[in-house]
Protein backbone atom coordinates (compact mmCIF):
# COMPACT_ATOMS: atom_id res chain seq x y z
CA UNK A 1 0.00 0.00 0.00
CA UNK A 2 1.20 3.60 -1.24
CA UNK A 3 1.73 5.97 1.49
CA UNK A 4 -0.82 8.44 0.25
CA UNK A 5 -3.48 5.28 0.72
CA UNK A 6 -1.86 4.91 3.67
CA UNK A 7 -2.53 8.08 5.34
CA UNK A 8 -6.07 8.15 3.74
CA UNK A 9 -6.70 5.01 5.55
CA UNK A 10 -5.06 6.79 8.95
CA UNK A 11 -7.71 9.80 8.51
CA UNK A 12 -10.38 7.49 7.82
CA UNK A 13 -10.01 5.36 10.58
CA UNK A 14 -9.51 8.76 12.74
CA UNK A 15 -13.30 9.82 11.70
CA UNK A 16 -14.83 6.48 12.13
CA UNK A 17 -13.30 6.43 15.88
CA UNK A 18 -14.80 9.89 16.57
CA UNK A 19 -17.69 8.67 15.18
CA UNK A 20 -18.51 9.85 12.12
CA UNK A 21 -20.09 7.09 10.98
CA UNK A 22 -23.20 7.56 12.88
CA UNK A 23 -23.80 11.32 12.36
CA UNK A 24 -27.31 11.74 11.43
CA UNK A 25 -27.00 14.80 8.99
CA UNK A 26 -24.04 16.07 7.04
CA UNK A 27 -24.11 19.24 8.72
CA UNK A 28 -21.82 17.59 11.80
CA UNK A 29 -19.32 15.83 9.61
CA UNK A 30 -19.01 19.19 7.66
CA UNK A 31 -18.65 20.92 10.59
CA UNK A 32 -15.71 18.16 11.73
CA UNK A 33 -14.00 18.21 8.18
CA UNK A 34 -13.34 22.24 8.23
CA UNK A 35 -13.01 22.11 11.71
CA UNK A 36 -9.89 19.36 11.03
CA UNK A 37 -8.54 21.51 8.17
CA UNK A 38 -8.42 24.97 9.31
CA UNK A 39 -7.62 23.91 12.91
CA UNK A 40 -5.71 19.99 13.70
CA UNK A 41 -4.28 19.57 10.01
CA UNK A 42 -3.32 23.02 9.50
CA UNK A 43 -0.17 22.63 9.10
CA UNK A 44 0.42 19.51 8.48
CA UNK A 45 -0.05 18.50 5.09
CA UNK A 46 0.26 14.89 4.81
CA UNK A 47 -2.64 14.19 7.41
CA UNK A 48 -4.61 17.21 4.63
CA UNK A 49 -3.30 15.19 1.58
CA UNK A 50 -4.90 12.02 3.43
CA UNK A 51 -8.38 13.96 4.61
CA UNK A 52 -8.51 15.21 0.75
CA UNK A 53 -7.47 11.70 -0.93
CA UNK A 54 -10.09 9.66 1.63
CA UNK A 55 -13.16 12.36 0.27
CA UNK A 56 -12.40 11.77 -3.47
CA UNK A 57 -10.82 8.12 -3.79
CA UNK A 58 -12.64 6.03 -6.05
CA UNK A 59 -12.81 3.21 -3.54
CA UNK A 60 -13.96 5.16 -0.22
CA UNK A 61 -16.82 4.29 1.58
CA UNK A 62 -18.91 7.58 0.85
CA UNK A 63 -22.12 6.64 -0.95
CA UNK A 64 -22.24 8.48 -4.42
CA UNK A 65 -23.10 11.98 -4.40
CA UNK A 66 -22.30 12.40 -0.61
CA UNK A 67 -18.49 13.19 -0.41
CA UNK A 68 -17.88 16.80 0.55
CA UNK A 69 -15.66 17.97 -2.71
CA UNK A 70 -15.63 21.26 -1.48
CA UNK A 71 -13.76 20.32 1.93
CA UNK A 72 -11.31 18.04 -0.04
CA UNK A 73 -10.28 21.25 -2.42
CA UNK A 74 -9.80 23.14 0.81
CA UNK A 75 -7.77 20.46 2.02
CA UNK A 76 -5.66 19.77 -0.72
CA UNK A 77 -5.30 23.24 -1.72
CA UNK A 78 -3.64 24.06 1.72
CA UNK A 79 -1.63 21.12 1.49
CA UNK A 80 -0.47 22.01 -2.03
CA UNK A 81 0.45 25.85 -0.65
CA UNK A 82 2.44 24.18 2.28
CA UNK A 83 4.27 21.78 -0.10
CA UNK A 84 4.70 24.34 -2.59
CA UNK A 85 3.71 22.55 -5.00
CA UNK A 86 6.17 20.12 -4.85
CA UNK A 87 4.84 17.02 -3.14
CA UNK A 88 3.75 14.07 -5.92
CA UNK A 89 1.58 12.91 -3.46
CA UNK A 90 -0.01 15.90 -2.97
CA UNK A 91 -0.55 16.93 -6.36
CA UNK A 92 -1.43 13.26 -7.49
CA UNK A 93 -4.73 14.08 -4.89
CA UNK A 94 -5.02 17.79 -6.26
CA UNK A 95 -5.72 16.08 -9.64
CA UNK A 96 -7.93 13.71 -8.31
CA UNK A 97 -9.76 16.47 -6.53
CA UNK A 98 -9.92 18.33 -9.46
CA UNK A 99 -11.26 15.91 -11.33
CA UNK A 100 -14.05 15.32 -8.83
CA UNK A 101 -15.09 18.96 -8.81
CA UNK A 102 -15.81 18.92 -12.38
CA UNK A 103 -12.43 20.85 -13.49
CA UNK A 104 -11.36 18.25 -15.68
CA UNK A 105 -8.92 20.28 -17.47
CA UNK A 106 -7.10 21.53 -14.27
CA UNK A 107 -6.88 18.07 -13.56
CA UNK A 108 -4.88 17.18 -16.76
CA UNK A 109 -2.68 19.52 -15.75
CA UNK A 110 -1.85 19.41 -13.11
CA UNK A 111 -0.93 15.55 -14.00
CA UNK A 112 0.62 16.69 -16.92
CA UNK A 113 2.70 19.13 -15.19
Known sequence: MGQQNQ???????RFMDIGV????????????????????????????????????APDNDIPEGMADVELAVLAISRANDLTEASEPNVLDTLARVQFASGDHAAAIKTQED
Open 7 to 13: AGFAVGN
Open 21 to 56: DDLDTGVRAARLGRKLVEQTFKDDPRQLNGLAWFIV
